[in-house]
Nanobody
Framework: QVQLVESGGGLVQPGGSLRLSCAGS????????IGWFRQAPGKEREGVSV??????????YYADSVKGRFTISRDNAKNTVYLQMNSLKPEDTAVYFC??????????????????WGQGTQVTVSS
């Protein structure tokens, strides 16, 4: 069964850090581009970061709002993609989702149809 499972969310103070994980089962994440998206209450889902497949040179892309603070990476041995989030701000509060794109390219565009989605993990940044 193909599945993506996010973990690592939680409550953190402003300026703090969290590392989100996106673990794949039933398929090999390295062949897919993986995107991280987030959705805050009352807002549209937005793209946060993407890493292309290894065949796509593992290129990374970030939304302007997180550039310099978030880092996306892969651990192929664990079939997992991570999102390291530093210098967190209250406006980063949202449910974070990961998604897999079989084209290997990926995009931050929320209108693009990714093949698989995880169930999401809550990130709350508050003092």
């Amino acid at each position: 069964q193909v599945q993506l499972v996010e973990s690592g969310g939680g409550l953190v103070q402003p300026g703090g850090s969290l590392r989100l994980s996106c673990a794949g089962s039933g398929f090999t994440l390295d062949y897919y581009a993986i995107g991280w998206f987030r959705q805050a209450p009352g807002k549209e889902r937005e793209g946060v970061s993407v890493i292309s497949s290894s065949e796509g040179d593992g290129r990374t892309y970030y939304a302007d709002s997180v550039k310099g603070r978030f880092t996306i990476s892969r651990d192929n041995a664990k079939n997992t993609v991570y999102l390291q989030m530093n210098s967190l701000k209250p406006e980063d509060t949202a449910v974070y989702f990961c998604a897999a794109d079989g084209s290997g390219i990926g995009t931050l565009n929320i209108g693009y149809e990714y093949d698989y989605w995880g169930q999401g993990t809550q990130v709350t940044v508050s003092s």
